[in-house]
């Protein structure tokens, strides 16, 4: 069984240490064969080819740093070990709202928060226009401020930004996908750091685009393969807009690149596969996937986030995504997605607000009389998951969900 690959930066390889498995970088390209052993000249020749970042196999992450390292290996470990203890998983920092209601003033605040996304994604496109895209600051704020939400209502923040709605354009759908890939990293157990990095990759994935001409403007269930291939390199394009831009890190280039990789394989512009992905790739391939099938296309009304998942979880099982990622998605938005509406035995509609205390099934609702009624308490029953009358959907039959063919990267639903 293949073992996981984890991130690391240069600074925390130990001298002294050896790598039992190969080294790579974040691109996936080898730099130490198995078994190396790190030295000074190891790490110095790596520092000259400007490699910062490393991905070494899960099984070397205790024994790179052995009891027996030399006294500078030793050193190393220890400054390591303090600055983890100063990064905290933004999980820990989550403020339990569990018991409460959502905020209107918080709805208002997160609602202006994609206003002035798209005045920012208006001021980029001007940038691009002219050339001279020189910071990439106002993002980051953007990743932050939402960040923020999170932490303050993780529930709401979701609910509000990753719900369906009757339409959305590609600045919205960055802005979900970066809200959304954010409160599966926070799930994941990632730090604050890289929270925001996720942010800023959903958000800057698909500039490229403001480049492209015709290449981006026909929808992509209508082009031949020749269009295809051109619209493919998007990623690149947009890749090559921020190459230069400070505080854009190789990292989160790398993981632009990637956001349309398949965890098996057949994605594109590169077609790398599993671990070879960026972990930021991964993530917002699944998220990216749940919001194309909840909002409508040329070819098809938007499919209600409860089929969706459902379709996600079936397409998982197919190789399609990391599994790692789907069980943490499965986790923000459960079996019935955070901002859904689902009908009561008693006829009465409600919408999802909550997620369950434990498991998938029993989140927590408010009736259209704006009552609360947690399904984990037994309060009452949940007959089905039904469309929004504000957005146009359609259901997936159930016995039907596991024989439906979707791809990513051809999205047309086909019944196999």
């Known amino acids: 069984m293949s073992q996981e690959l984890v991130g690391i930066n240069l600074e925390e390889l130990c001298i002294g240490t050896v790598c039992k498995h190969p080294v790579e970088d974040r691109r996936g390209v080898l730099l130490l064969g198995p078994n190396a052993s790190i030295t000074s000249d190891v790490i110095k020749n790596l520092r000259d080819r400007e490699v910062s970042e490393l991905r070494i196999d899960s099984r070397d992450v205790e024994t790179i740093c052995a009891e027996d390292a030399s006294p500078i290996a030793l050193a190393v470990e220890r400054g390591r070990k303090e600055r983890i203890a100063k990064t905290t998983p933004l999980k820990d920092l989550l403020v339990d709202r569990y018991d409460e209601p959502l905020c209107v003033e918080r709805g208002a605040e997160l609602d202006n928060g994609m206003l002035l996304a798209k005045q920012q994604f208006g001021l980029l496109r001007q940038q691009l226009r002219e050339n001279v895209v020189l910071a990439t600051d106002g993002f980051v704020e953007i990743a932050n401020n939402y960040a923020g939400s999170l932490v303050e209502d993780h529930d709401q923040t979701v609910g509000v930004v990753g719900a369906a709605a009757a339409s959305c354009d590609v600045d919205d759908r960055s802005v979900r996908m970066a809200v959304l890939g954010m409160a599966v990293a926070t799930e994941m157990g990632l730090t604050g750091q890289q929270i925001l990095e996720i942010g800023l990759t959903a958000l800057l994935h698909d500039i490229g685009f403001n480049l492209m001409g015709g290449a981006a403007s026909k929808p992509v269930e209508l082009m031949n393969e020749a269009e295809l291939w051109e619209y493919r390199k998007h990623p690149l394009v947009s890749v090559s807009c921020v190459a230069e831009v400070p505080h854009v890190s190789e990292g989160i280039q790398i993981a632009m690149e990637q956001v349309h990789e398949q965890f098996d394989g057949s994605g594109y512009p590169r077609g790398v596969k599993s671990h070879r992905i960026h972990n930021y790739a991964r993530i917002l391939n699944v998220v990216d996937s749940y919001l194309q099938l909840i909002f409508p296309t040329n070819e098809r009304r938007g499919i209600i986030p409860h089929d969706a998942l459902g379709l996600l979880l079936h397409q998982a099982g197919r190789g399609l995504f990391d599994p790692r990622v789907i069980r943490a998605f499965l986790h923000i938005e459960t079996m019935y997605p955070l901002g859904s509406i689902v009908e009561l035995e008693s006829g009465e509609m409600a919408r999802v607000i909550r997620r369950p205390r434990t498991g998938f099934a029993g989140p927590v609702l408010q009736t259209t009389a704006g009552n609360r009624i947690d399904l984990g308490q037994g ?38």
């Open 379 to 416: 309060e009452t029953t949940l007959v089905r998951p039904v469309c929004d009358p504000e957005v146009d959907q359609i259901r997936l039959c159930p016995s039907v969900l596991g024989n439906v063919l979707w791809h990513r990267s051809h999205p047309r639903l086909k019944v196999g």
